[in-house]
């Protein structure tokens, strides 16, 4: 089943527009939604707006929309003011400039459509995608709509193009605002920190291998209160006792990945290849303790019967 267009609008350059529909990456049904219920009688409550200063309810058709631009003072617009500010907004894409990918930080990214082709535009649409990828950039463009002008950067994704929503730069807080402070890092602690970056690096992001474990919980949980079972969840882990000195937390987690891996299996095989790599590579021959050397049985007896014969010489002297 094909997913619905949430809008409909033109990817424009130069001379150029690309009639284009936008559809949602995230599936909306798949986060839990809890409701405030009223426990005396079981029932859903309802949101009512209040005035503190007339003490009464206020209903929906005496609310207007207001701007606060100094403590408790608003400058207040109707409907007909706000709809008149909105009416600039064209719905259309209109690319300003060609940038490699990698320029732009993830850190401005904030939301993700999928753009799809409308009628008539598929050709110009899968050419755009096409040279998107042969050149390795991404569109940064202009889009109106909702009353706002957003930045947004279009860019190439598995067959077609996604349209990523962009945070202008004055709306993200400066990095120099975080405290740092002035620690020193030594080479022993850079290697065993390499060394640990190492143990657990992957080539690929494999999204498919992670899941929302407290997410799997709540679900079996609302499960068995539905099927009027008791509901049972697993108590979190204790913490691992904090360790404050960093080459000792560096040798801790080296060695908890070690013990987690999966010991290798010992087979004859191997023990074969390993005898023959270790003779050729060091070319040092295998040393076996030999067992301490017998007196040859003959010469032994030879020995018994000479003393023997000394000692009766003796005695008939």
Do not use: W
């Not at 309802?46 to 003072?73: H, M, N, S, W």
């Not at 991404?138 to 009353?147: D, E, S, T, V």
């Not at 006792?241 to 060695?255: F, G, R, V, Y």
């Amino acid at each position: 089943m094909s997913t619905r267009p949430i809008a409909s609008g033109t990817v424009a350059f130069g001379l150029v527009a690309i009639p284009i529909k936008l559809y949602s990456t995230s599936e909306s049904s798949k986060s839990i939604s809890l409701n405030f219920i009223h426990e005396k009688c079981g029932t859903r409550v309802k949101y009512q707006y209040y005035c503190p200063t007339d003490d009464e309810l206020v209903p929906r058709d005496e609310l207007i929309k207001g701007y606060e631009f100094a403590k408790d003072q608003y400058v207040l617009f109707t409907a007909e003011e706000l709809k008149a500010m909105e009416m600039r907004a064209t719905h259309a894409i209109e690319i300003t400039e060609f940038v490699p990918l990698e320029q732009v930080d993830p850190i401005h990214f904030e939301r993700t459509y999928y753009l799809g082709p409308d009628q008539g535009g598929e050709k110009p649409y899968r050419l755009l995608a096409e040279a998107m990828r042969e050149t390795g950039r991404a569109a940064l463009a202009k889009y109106a709509a909702r009353g706002k002008d957003y930045l947004v950067l279009v860019r190439p994704f598995k067959q077609g193009l996604v349209m990523q929503q962009l945070r202008y730069n004055d709306e993200i807080r400066s990095f120099s605002e975080v405290p740092l402070g002035d620690a020193k890092i030594s080479k022993d602690e850079m290697k065993l920190a390499v060394k640990l970056v190492d143990q657990i690096a992957s080539d690929h992001f494999k999204p498919e291998n992670y899941a929302d474990q407290v997410k799997g919980e709540m679900m079996a949980a609302i499960q068995q209160k539905i099927d009027g079972e008791e509901m049972t969840i697993a108590s979190p882990k204790e913490p691992k006792a904090q360790i404050i000195d960093l080459m000792e937390a560096l040798k801790a987690s080296l060695s908890d990945g070690e013990e987690s891996a999966p010991a290798p299996k010992r087979t004859a095989k191997r023990a074969k290849t390993t005898g023959k790599a270790t003779k050729a590579g060091s070319g040092e021959k295998k040393t076996t303790r030999k067992p301490p050397r017998r007196a040859p049985r003959k010469k032994a007896a030879r020995k018994t019967r000479a003393v023997a014969a000394g000692a009766k010489r003796r005695k008939t002297k």
